[in-house]
C-alpha cells in the first residue's frame, strides 16, 4: 500500500504562483512513473505533468512553461511548482503514483486563482 498527501493549495490571485508537495509514504526511489493531474468542477480529470526516474518530464499543453515538476527522492516528495497562473488552472489537483501495476492517488487540493 502506499499513501499520498497533498498540500500547497490556497487561493491566489492571477498572475501569482503556488507550490504543491505531494508526500509519499514509501521510498519512491523505485517508483518509475509519478504525476500530477487536476479536476476542474463539471469536467474531467487531466493530466498537468508527469515525472519518470530516469527524470524525463511530460507537460500538458497548457501547462507547458509555467509549470515544473519535480522529485525528491531523499524526501520521497514529489512537487509541482506553479507560476504565472490563470483562473482556468482553479481546480483540485491531485498527485498519482503507478507502483507494482496499481495506481495510488491522494486526496487532492483545492487551487483558486481569482482576483
Not at 500500500?1 to 498540500?7: A, D, I, M, Y
Not at 493530466?47 to 519518470?52: G, P
Not at 518530464?57 to 504565472?84: E, H, P, V
Request: glycine letters at 10%.
Amino acid at each position: 500500500q502506499v499513501q499520498l498527501v497533498e498540500s500547497g493549495g490556497g487561493l491566489v490571485q492571477p498572475g501569482g504562483s503556488l507550490r504543491l508537495s505531494c508526500a509519499v509514504s514509501r521510498s519512491i526511489f523505485s517508483i518509475n512513473t509519478m504525476g500530477w493531474y487536476r479536476q476542474a468542477p463539471g469536467k474531467q480529470r487531466e493530466l498537468v505533468a508527469t515525472i519518470r526516474s530516469d527524470g524525463s518530464r511530460n507537460y500538458a499543453d497548457s501547462t507547458k512553461g509555467r509549470f515544473t515538476i519535480s522529485r525528491d527522492n531523499a524526501k520521497n516528495t514529489m512537487y509541482l511548482q506553479m507560476n504565472n497562473l490563470e483562473p482556468e488552472d482553479t481546480a483540485v489537483y491531485y498527485c498519482k503514483v503507478h507502483w507494482r501495476t496499481v495506481d495510488y492517488w491522494g486526496q487532492g487540493t483545492q487551487v483558486t486563482v481569482s482576483s
